[in-house]
């Protein structure tokens, strides 16, 4: 059971690039999450989700977008990067009625 | 406009004594209040919650304390071990749409055990 999984770990993005960093979960949990976390900073909501087709965005939103087209894959997007995107970032998931939300390993990201 | 706030970024405490960690928070809608803990590299894992209609709870080492009226919960740890080393994230929750339950997280504690 892996729980919560994240690619890729690292990287390295020039300004203007796009990437996809990948989320996917084996809980079949409905709820899924996008954080970033700055230096020195709580963990931001991003995006989230409550169940395939449905995303709705959080408190930093701009810069981002997400898909769930599945229980187990949420992905988020980035489409024009700029160095205020250099973050790490974590996907969550949690369960109905669930206040716990269980963490990926996060992607360390870096726009220069 | 920050609505939860840990105050202290490191708190340093010799092994086998209390830790005391604290969390202050602004949004009177919170019904829900968590600790996670954070090794670098790694995602942060729960640790132990509240409810809002409670002012205690227990889990083991840790403890947790929530004062309503004052916006305030303190985890505390005891005894400190040298493996409890890391980042303490408060974290705060509010139901919202569709029941997906947003966390908003302060900037965390780093607490380091000292053998």
């Known amino acids: 059971n892996a729980g919560v999984t994240q690619t890729p770990k690292f990287r390295i993005l020039k300004i203007g690039q796009s990437m996809t960093l990948q989320c996917t979960q084996d809980?079949?949990?409905?709820?899924m999450y996008w954080y970033r976390q700055d230096p020195g900073m709580g963990l931001k909501l991003i995006y989230y989700?409550?169940?395939?087709?449905?995303?709705d965005k959080g408190e930093v939103p701009n810069g981002y977008n997400v898909s769930r087209s599945t229980t187990e894959d949420f992905p988020l997007r980035l489409e024009l990067a700029a160095p205020s995107q250099t973050s790490v970032y974590f996907c969550?998931?949690?369960?109905?009625?669930?206040?716990?939300?269980?963490f990926g390993p996060g992607t360390r990201l870096t726009v220069t | 406009d920050q609505q939860v706030k840990q105050n202290s970024p490191s708190l340093s405490v010799q092994e086998g004594r209390i830790s005391i960690l604290n969390c202050d928070y602004t949004?009177?809608?919170?019904?829900?209040f968590l600790w996670y803990k954070k090794y670098p590299a790694e995602g942060p894992t729960f640790l132990i919650s509240?409810?809002?209609?409670?002012d205690k709870n227990e889990d083991g080492r840790f403890t947790v304390f929530l004062n309503k009226s004052a916006k305030h919960l303190s985890l505390h740890i005891v005894p400190s071990q040298p493996g409890d080393s890391a980042v303490y994230f408060c974290?705060?929750?509010?139901?919202?749409?569709?029941?997906?339950?947003?966390?908003?997280f302060g900037s965390g504690t780093q607490l380091t055990v000292l053998p």
């Open positions: 969550a998931a949690s369960g109905a009625g669930s206040y716990e939300q269980y």
């Open positions: 809980m079949n949990h409905n709820y």
């Open positions: 989700s409550v169940g395939a087709g449905i995303t």
């Open positions: 949004n009177s809608m919170f019904d829900y």
């Open positions: 509240i409810s809002s209609i409670k």
């Open positions: 974290a705060a929750s509010r139901t919202s749409s569709g029941s997906a339950r947003q966390l908003t």
